[in-house]
Antibody
Framework: QLQLQESGPGLVKPSETLSLTCTVS??????????WGWIRQPPGKGLEWIGS???????YYNPSLKSRVTISVDTSKNQFSLKLSSVTAADTAVYYC????????????WGQGTLVTVSS | EIVMTQSPATLSVSPGERATLSCRAS??????LAWYQQKPGQAPRLLIY???TRATGIPARFSGSGSGTEFTLTISSLQSEDFAVYYC???????????FGQGTKVEIK
């Protein structure tokens, strides 16, 4: 049974780069059976898809964030990562990682989420 | 870019009553539609996928319908544990992209 866990700093300064890692257990991130993705949720607001990656390294990003987002995969650690550059207070959110079993399009399971606050 | 619009924003329902939530896509998404339930402090949980198939362990009181641009999530008889926020989400096959609706909060009347 797949399990995902987010990790990374809970506080990031404005204009800096937010970096998070999602560790996958119970399955291989190198499997061709999954997309791996990041979703965020500002406090009191809805869900926003940030981007996804395939084990081959192919990436797909939300057009509204594409210029600032990089998602990568580390098969040796069974992890994938998110970098979001030039952050502002508007990037304060709970960040979730999730798995999309191919060929479905549904996120299942999700990590528990991690709150990242952008503040000086 | 496909936009997902949910209505209403808030739905007030008494326990035991039926709840009907709507989700509209700005263009056809076929049956590439999922519904999630989110409770405070928790990650979203998959309820329905493929517009109408219940995920593993989801009670039969949850049902989904629709295709193309109009979708409905119905909770036949609301239980106390069903009061939560519900999101729809579409999946575009190529290039792979995902879009969520803004959510519907189901609250106790």
């Amino acid at each position: 049974q797949l399990q995902l866990q987010e990790s990374g700093p809970g506080l990031v300064k404005p204009s800096e780069t937010l970096s998070l890692t999602c560790t996958v257990s119970g399955g291989s991130i190198s499997s061709s059976s999954y997309y791996w993705g990041w979703i965020r949720q500002p406090p009191g607001k809805g869900l926003e898809w940030i981007g996804s990656i395939y084990y081959s390294g192919s990436t797909y990003y939300n057009p509204s964030l594409k210029s600032r987002v990089t998602i990568s995969v580390d098969t040796s650690k069974n992890q994938f990562s998110l970098k979001l550059s030039s952050v502002t207070a508007a990037d304060t959110a709970v960040y979730y990682c999730g798995c999309v079993p191919r060929p479905s399009g549904w996120f299942d399971p999700w990590g528990q989420g991690t709150l990242v606050t952008v503040s000086s | 870019e496909i936009v997902m619009t949910q209505s209403p924003a808030t739905l007030s329902v008494s326990p035991g009553e039926r709840a009907t939530l709507s989700c509209r896509a700005s263009q056809s998404v076929s049956s590439n539609l999922a519904w999630y339930q989110q409770k405070p402090g928790q990650a979203p949980r998959l309820l329905i996928y493929g517009a109408s198939t219940r995920a593993t362990g989801i009670p039969a009181r949850f049902s989904g319908s629709g295709s193309g641009t109009e979708f409905t999530l119905t909770i036949s008889s609301l239980q106390s544990e069903d009061f939560a926020v519900y999101y729809c989400q579409q999946y575009n096959n190529w290039p792979p992209t995902w879009t969520f609706g803004q959510g519907t909060k189901v609250e106790i009347k």
